[in-house]
């Protein structure tokens, strides 16, 4: 039986992105990295290595699959930056972290999960992480928040909801807002992307619709509607359209 292989167009984006800035790396430890893999899905790992490798052809890519093994990967030899899932079999990825940078502060970490919403981002930017990667992210989204890390030691400004936090540890420095906010004093006010979402969900439109409609990656989409849902103490997105309307923040 032939071996199916993963076809080229789905890492086209992050090919041409990743070559586009090559040119402007003046370390080679940014060319060719060296990275360690925390987590225990190995579905996940394999597609997450795929992506790496189109970015970064020649990076040492190193896997751990609980905390355990990290911990003696680290020791052996320091990656230029950890990609940490936060729920491990043997510990708490974001728990532990603070005194694992402790011990390492030059390590950088990027931390994964399927989780999504203000409080985890807090934790993980009070934690020292480097930056947030949601695991539906895809090719383009992997080798930006990557690539971020390795420059900046910042991917905090990727995320479309980075300015509802303020970020502490290393990510206070360089943090900018990646989308528009509330004006000031007005904490119940709804941004104008905000408002075009939740319209969008008033009409039964899909992620994907709100997507295509709004020029918006899914990822961003569902990040945005988890953070205002929570952010008007509603359950489902369903829920926040109706509470928005009874507050008068939506026509």
Known sequence: MPRC??????????????????ASRDAMSLVTPRLLLVDDHALYLTGLRLMLAEGWPEAEVVVAHDWREAQAAIADHPPDLMLLDV????????????ALLAAHPALCVLVMSADVGPALLQQARAAGACGYLHKSAGPDDVVQAVSAC??????????????????????????????????????????????????????????????????????????????????????????????????????
């Open 87 to 98: 729920h491990l079999p043997d510990a708490d990825g974001l728990a532990a972290l603070p």
């Open 150 to 251: 390795l420059n900046q030691r910042n991917a905090w400004a990727l995320l479309p909801y980075a300015w509802t936090q303020t970020p502490t540890g290393p990510a206070a420095e360089a943090h900018e807002p990646a989308f528009d906010t509330p004006a000031d004093g007005d904490d119940g006010a709804l941004t104008p992307l905000q408002r075009a979402l939740l319209g969008e969900v008033s009409r039964g439109a899909s992620n994907r619709a709100i997507a295509r409609a709004l020029s918006l990656s899914e990822t961003d989409v569902r990040a945005e509607l988890s953070w205002v849902t929570e952010r008007l103490g509603a359950v489902s997105r369903e829920q926040a359209v109706a509470l928005a309307q009874a507050r008068g923040l939506l026509p």
């Open 5 to 22: 292989r993963p076809s080229p167009c789905a890492f086209s984006g992050a090919r041409a992105w990743i070559l586009a800035h090559r």
